[in-house]
């Protein structure tokens, strides 16, 4: 919302809208704010955000007393917004008494109409992938700081390596996180790193090295990388572009080379396959030229 239609609609919003028996806190929380903070503070929805915020960085989860600890409250203040958060269906308690994040918010996000409907237009593609390169295969976008998995189909074969629905990655140690940066504007990747949230093992990123691997990336068109999180793993993805040369997803492939006598794609080929798939599932997202520097 820009500055002009802030003040406009402050001007627009008369004071009778606020009730009457919340006008005493507003005017002592407006007084107190300093030049530039919120004028309307709400401590308990602050509160619950704090908390999923803090389990959602957290894989193992917390008990109430590291939780309060986490986001600097005390237990008594925490509780209610727990258990009423766990009544929801936000958060579970398991039998030691952890509470954890349950998939209620991925689910949620997923009734936005533009997520849904690119991950039931990419699931048809995805298949195709996977059953063309035998490997498995992930959809994921960037989303508060980190990069999500919105869609994933397992590799027809024996064995597979696949990323679950719904599991955070880091934003500048991934195959997916990079091209999902390097196909930004500067200015957009400057807020996305800005925003970065670390997830649970992600290794430091010396910018310098970030930025080289980046432009390498928009050169190539792609990430093709070992992993650095599973030894073994060569991580090829690819940039789905939406409506106005924006990158709006990364289609991944995680490869596991077989080194037995079944014969199956070599990461040159998987590479050509995953190139393909990005480019129709672009096309069907609203973009005509595919990659810029393809153009």
């Not at 009778?16 to 107190?32: H, R």
């Not at 504007?185 to 990123?205: F, W």
């Not at 040369?245 to 077989?258: D, K, L, M, T, Y």
């Not at 080929?269 to 480019?279: H, L, S």
Request: one cysteine or more; glycine letters at 6%; charged letters at 20%.
């Amino acid at each position: 919302m820009t500055a002009t239609k802030k003040s406009a609609f402050n001007r627009a919003t008369p004071k009778a809208d606020v009730p009457a028996d919340a006008s005493a806190d507003l005017s002592a929380e407006s007084s107190a704010d300093a030049p530039g903070a919120q004028r309307y503070a709400a401590p308990a929805l602050e509160k619950g955000l704090d908390i999923l915020e803090a389990l959602a960085a957290s894989p193992a989860g917390y008990t109430l007393a590291e939780l309060a600890q986490k986001i600097g409250r005390s237990v008594s203040e925490i509780f209610r917004m727990a258990v009423t958060l766990q009544r929801r269906g936000f958060v579970q308690v398991d039998e030691n008494d952890r509470y954890s994040l349950t998939l209620k918010m991925f689910e949620l996000a997923h009734r936005q109409q533009p997520l849904k409907s690119l991950v039931s237009v990419a699931l048809p593609l995805l298949r195709e992938l996977a059953n063309r390169a035998r490997q498995s295969c992930h959809l994921a976008v960037y989303q508060g700081g980190r990069v999500v998995v919105i869609a994933q189909v397992d590799s027809p074969e024996r064995w597979s390596f696949g990323l679950k629905v719904g599991v955070m990655m880091g934003l500048t140690d991934t195959s997916s996180g990079h091209v999902l940066l390097a196909f930004r504007d500067e200015v957009e990747r400057t807020r996305m790193l800005a925003a970065h949230i670390k997830v649970e093992g992600e290794l430091e990123s010396d910018p310098g090295e970030l930025f080289s691997i980046l432009a390498d990336v928009r050169k190539d068109g792609c990430a093709c990388m070992a992993s650095r999180q599973i030894r073994g793993i060569t991580n090829v993805a690819f940039p789905v572009m939406g409506v106005g040369n924006h990158v709006i997803a990364a289609i991944n492939v995680p490869h596991i080379e077989r080194i037995d006598q079944k014969e199956s794609p070599s990461i040159a080929q998987v590479q050509e396959i995953v190139g393909n798939v990005a480019k129709r599932l672009s096309t069907l997202m609203g973009y005509s030229g595919y990659l810029p520097e393809q153009a």
